[in-house]
Nanobody, 122 residues
Framework: VQLVESGGGSVQAGGSLRLTCAASGYTYSSYCMGWFRQAPGKEREGVAAIDSDGSTSYADSVKGRFTISLDRAKNTLSLQMSSLEFEDTAMYYC??????????????????WGQGTQVTVS
């Protein structure tokens, strides 16, 4: 099983970016996929998560600005980011685990990780 992120880049504050994560080799019938981010000098934090049944959760800092979605047919996870702020600058990681998502987005719950994609807001 492999997760590969794409779509990062540089954008001005107030702009938008869309991240995607392609999953290959997946065999779980029920799973949780999420986005995390890590800024320099800070701990990695959960941004958004989605169940294979479509239930979503978001960090308070991105609610109303970010939208997570899952295309099960294509095994592709997306994160639409709008109204980007300087504080959104970070390396963004896609992650997943079998079973339903927990009520909170916790790094320790996720066992499979992508390599990350950089988002820079200036």
């Amino acid at each position: 099983v492999q997760l590969v992120e794409s779509g990062g880049g540089s954008v001005q504050a107030g702009g938008s970016l869309r991240l995607t994560c392609a999953a290959s080799g997946y065999t779980y019938s029920s799973y949780c996929m999420g986005w995390f981010r890590q800024a320099p000098g800070k701990e990695r934090e959960g941004v958004a998560a989605i169940d294979s049944d479509g239930s979503t959760s978001y960090a308070d800092s991105v609610k109303g600005r970010f939208t997570i979605s899952l295309d099960r047919a294509k095994n592709t996870l997306s994160l639409q980011m709008s109204s980007l702020e300087f504080e959104d600058t970070a390396m963004y990681y896609c992650a997943s685990h079998g079973g339903s998502c927990a009520p909170t987005i916790e790094e320790g719950d996720f066992g499979l990780w992508g390599q990350g994609t950089q988002v820079t807001v200036s």
